[in-house]
């Protein structure tokens, strides 16, 4: 009843002051509609047994397990890797398979794949095309059952396996590849749009970035079943867990680092170099492993043809590795937590050794792993290696690669924002390939963070969002819940990066508080480390650690491009009688209400009203404090939410 005659004296009141209210601007219709953004029934799926309604995993969640052994040798002069690579499969699901799928991304460099057909090369002649590329299967085989054979079709970028007897549930098989798989080198004819392993060309030698670069296990999940996406360029990679143990054969003159820990340094370096390399395990100053100086002297590496360089990393998702005869390599360590000290590495050519920017590479990586290890998780690996390279910017665990030429602002960002991936997708082992901006607009949040924190605010003038607020919600941009080669080359970083970060802060800074977010958000990384999160998953995680409904939120910002215009549609000022005030939304967005209000006086008054004033309705009108005269009022007068027509934001008296 108390209910009913509320809304009941609401209506007489609107009825009245459509009257008698003096109106600051035109009518239009509003495009709001609050059973869209606060439904009865939820628009998140139901909670099950493997993923809670609490954002939390379930107590029958369950994902399956991926180990690699990989014997590799480098042919630099034919940019050939070759080799093995041994896969035992945990089949942790409850259902048997008969068949497997892995990932085969190099395939994409192959002249009619998918990938090139969708535009991942611009050709310079579209008479040429590139050199066919991709990977070379020899033979796939049974480790045990006498080394059967096992039968596989590839298709474009995926190949499946049929087991010759069903893997049920508990089960393990052990199968090798025989493999080999050419360096995409020939830029004559085209230009990559997406690039994430390469080869630069220095001075000293080249150095080879070297990623994707063995067939991968696909994920299986509860989810979709298997993720069999083709890998187009811009939708990254969905992968297991699992351990790691690589082996890797080259020339000695190359110097060789990698995503894990390095299990033989007395085999591959000199004396000297194992000297500084143990020296760097403690020091909390770079120690010059090679030095610039050393880089042409032929005594700075063993005395004979080839090394093999071994290391092994656990309950990792990926690794990558790097080789080059070119490399400076410094070192130095430091703790990320009260019981944890590691290893961080920068490798660089000569050509890079400049003040503003590889020179100062390991003051940069022990900033940024101390602090979001601080602030969120404990970085997770022994070892972090930073590598000067062909690349923009591009991340694997334990190991970046950043672009060779970057400096200033630039070099910052990209060192701080590929570590930052640590954190996402390394340890929370989201699906990049449907959803890219669960890890780089997450990164990006954080990065903009951790500048605000360094050196003394050195960067602060790095612009967190590089184009107008409002461009993030213009009509032509797809939703963020967009599967990334769904989204345009030029509207990816807007949307997956930039729009991701502007709201994720918004979220933090204004509608929630600094402090309840962090505690939700840390929540969440160590919920879903080691996991693989859904979006629904980390919706639902967030309202649950802050005791929030944001299904508004999520729906309009994230599954919707749904836009905020509030508008003051009327003010009924009176000298006698407080001044009453209808703000309107005109858009299908909400946020919460903030007015300022300026009296005859001088004295100003801040109104802050909570998002649930939209819950049924489009407008809201509220009365000032004071019985005084007011002379303007202003909505958001911070300008801190993303309203798009701020012309409709202010009144002013005559």
Request: net charge neutral.
């Amino acid at each position: 009843m108390h209910t009913t005659l509320r809304y009941s004296n609401f209506l007489k009141f609107a009825a009245l002051t459509l009257l008698t209210f003096a109106c600051h601007l035109s009518f239009g219709q509003s495009k709001y509609n609050p059973s869209d953004l606060f439904p009865a029934l939820p628009i998140l799926p139901a909670g099950n047994e493997y993923r809670a309604a609490t954002g939390e995993p379930g107590p029958a969640y369950w994902q399956n397990q991926s180990d690699y052994v990989i014997d590799v040798s480098l042919d630099d002069k034919n940019n050939l890797v070759t080799g093995t690579v041994t896969v035992t499969y945990t089949n942790n699901s409850p259902k048997a398979l008969s068949a497997l799928w892995m990932q085969l991304e190099q395939n994409v460099y192959k002249k009619d794949s998918k990938g090139v057909l969708a535009g991942l090369f611009l050709y310079k002649n579209p008479e040429e095309k590139i050199t066919d590329g991709g990977f070379d299967i020899t033979d796939i085989k049974l480790n045990d059952n006498n080394g059967a054979k096992i039968d596989y079709q590839v298709y474009d970028t995926r190949m499946q396996l049929h087991l010759p007897q069903t893997l049920k549930s508990g089960q393990k098989i052990s199968f090798s590849i025989h493999y080999s798989y050419r360096f995409p080198v020939n830029y004559k004819n085209a230009d990559f749009q997406v690039n994430r392993t390469d080869l630069l060309q220095t001075k000293d030698g080249n150095i080879y970035a070297v990623a994707q670069w063995y067939p991968r296990m696909c994920v299986l999940d509860d989810v979709e079943g298997w993720n069999t996406l083709p890998y187009l360029g811009n939708g990254e990679f969905y992968l297991d867990f699992g351990n790691f143990n690589v082996n890797i054969t080259l020339p000695s003159s190359y110097i060789v680092e990698a995503s894990g820990d390095l299990l033989n340094p007395e085999e591959v370096l000199t004396p000297e170099q194992l000297k500084r390399w143990k020296l760097a395990k403690d020091s909390s100053e770079p120690v010059f492993i090679r030095s610039a100086k050393e880089v042409k002297d032929a005594g700075s590496r063993p005395a004979k043809p080839t090394c093999t360089w071994k290391f092994k990393m656990d309950n990792t998702r990926d690794f990558a590795w790097t080789a080059s005869k070119s490399f400076i390599w410094e070192a130095l360590s430091f703790p990320v937590s009260d019981e944890k000290r590691i290893m961080a590495c920068s490798l660089y050519p000569a050509e890079s050794l400049k003040p503003n920017s590889w020179a100062r590479s390991s003051e940069y990586v022990k900033f940024t792993l101390q602090y979001f290890s601080k602030k969120w998780l404990t970085y997770p690996f022994n070892k972090a290696v930073n590598v000067a390279s062909n690349l923009d910017g591009m991340e694997y665990p334990g190991m970046v690669f950043c672009a060779a030429k970057d400096t200033g602002n630039m070099y910052w960002a990209v060192v701080n924002h590929e570590l930052g991936h640590t954190w996402f997708p390394m340890v929370v082992g989201s699906n990049e390939r449907k959803y890219a901006w669960m890890d780089e607009g997450f990164n990006l949040f954080m990065d903009n963070m951790a500048t605000k924190e360094f050196n003394k605010g050195e960067f602060i003038g790095y612009k967190e969002i590089d184009i107008p607020v409002t461009a993030l919600f213009a009509d032509t941009l797809k939703p963020i819940i967009t599967r990334p080669d769904a989204i345009p080359g030029n509207q990816v970083y807007t949307i997956e990066y930039q729009k991701v970060a502007y709201l994720l802060a918004l979220l933090r800074n204004q509608v929630l508080g600094a402090g309840r977010f962090d505690r939700a958000f840390s929540q969440y990384i160590r919920n879903w480390a080691y996991k693989h999160p859904t979006p629904f998953d980390f919706f639902r995680s967030i309202n649950n650690s802050t005791g929030e409904d944001l299904t508004w939120f999520w729906k309009s910002m994230f599954i919707e491009n749904f836009k905020l215009d509030q508008k003051i549609t009327r003010v009924e000022n009176s000298a006698k009688n407080k001044t009453r005030i209808a703000i309107e939304n005109m858009e299908k967005a909400v946020m919460p209400l903030v007015v300022e209000i300026t009296y005859a006086s001088g004295q100003k008054e801040l109104r802050t009203f909570p998002v649930e004033i939209w819950e049924y309705t489009h407008s809201y009108t509220f009365t000032a404090n004071k019985a005084e005269p007011v002379t303007k009022v202003i909505i958001d007068p911070e300008q801190v939410y993303p309203d798009v027509d701020r012309t409709n934001n202010v009144y002013q008296a005559n």
